[in-house]
């Protein structure tokens, strides 16, 4: 925080009206803001030599390898060089218009692999002139084009009203997960999901197809899990750690890439999308329909309900089993902020037995729920461990087999 603070500084004698520091932003943090426009800096005649010098050379080094399997090291570790000073150079820096500035502000955090995130030109709609013409095709990416994880009406943003509920000591047995926490499973699956569907086109236009089909043809009632029309689907309850997971960082920089190709006129637009090769389109095709997944479990007020709610999520084991989606390799893990805080004990026993074997079960056996919780995400961290609402038919196997694992020496010190 020092160091962000440090930075904040330098930022706020550039001009800007303020500057916000924090590790993190929780998610829809500029939900509230009008983001006004840079212009890219442009590059100088030395970075121009530089940048064809660059070009040059990768298309040298490509063109005398073609035939090979494989480049050597060397030259491996070359172009890995190259392309990394080409980024650097084609990253423009953004200048603004000293009258945005004046009015505007900046938020300094890290981003979700360690690095300095700056986000530049936020304007607080108090600070905005009298009667602005927004463009509402203007957002910031992700974020804003998306309710993805919503802020929900707590302070924080984080989907959460507090610190997980620790169910109380006496509550023992295997009584079934709170609707509160499936909903906050089924959120990160949702997410994980969509990221998995965006970046397979071939089963991302079969589920379209399927489900228009069934629409025009059929006329089949019943829900299905694909919202085609595409109405986004929100997913305001969720747990702290999935705004920096790993299925939320590659969607927020899918949707970064295409927003930056995308023409702004609407009729350009459709120029662009008619000449746009077919690879692209259906990468494009599954990523807007990807918004539209929704394996939420909600709670059901009625037979209607419940049965659409049934319907909804078999579609969505269906739709995972297809694209062979493993929440452990996305990078779920079991915590007492997300699953352990808000289950019995004997639900916690029940997952330590079945990552780690009855041993390591039995040596947390005694222990009070808040020292069983943290002893038992210690031991199971790395295990690969899901719990059932999160676990996919053809790749159970890494859950029901992971009681096979030996001990780690870090769960074994988790006692």
Known sequence: MEKLGAVGEAIRNEGWKWVETALSFPWG???DFVEIEGTPVALSEEEIVRLTA???EQETIEAEY???????????????????AIEALEE?????DPADVVR????????TDGTLLVERGFVRPEDMPVEPEVDPDESNGYDDAIDHCGDGDDAEGDGRE???DIEPEEEDGLKPLSDRLLTELTAWRTLALRDAFAGNPHIALTEFLHTQVRDIYWQTPGADCLEAYVREIPLQVHSPDMPGSIPAHALRQRNEGWKHDLPEDEDALWQWLDRLDDTSRMALLAHCLS?????????????????SVR???????RLATALRLDLAEAGWQPTVENYLGSVTKARILEAVREARGNEAADRIAHMKKGDMAQAAERLLEGSGWLPEALRTRNVAERSEGVAHMPDSPDAVAAE
């Open 66 to 84: 073609a035939q090979a399997d494989e480049f050597p090291e060397e030259i491996d570790s070359r172009l890995g060089e190259i392309e990394q």
């Open 29 to 31: 943090h500029t939900r």
């Open 311 to 317: 319907e909804r999520l078999a579609c969505a084991d």
């Open 92 to 96: 423009r820096p953004v200048s603004f």
């Open 104 to 111: 505007a502000g900046v938020f300094v955090s890290l981003d």
């Open 162 to 164: 507090g610190a997980p």
């Open 54 to 56: 660059l070009h040059s």
């Open 291 to 307: 918004f539209g997944v929704n394996a939420l479990h909600e709670s059901s007020h009625g037979p209607s309900l419940a049965r």
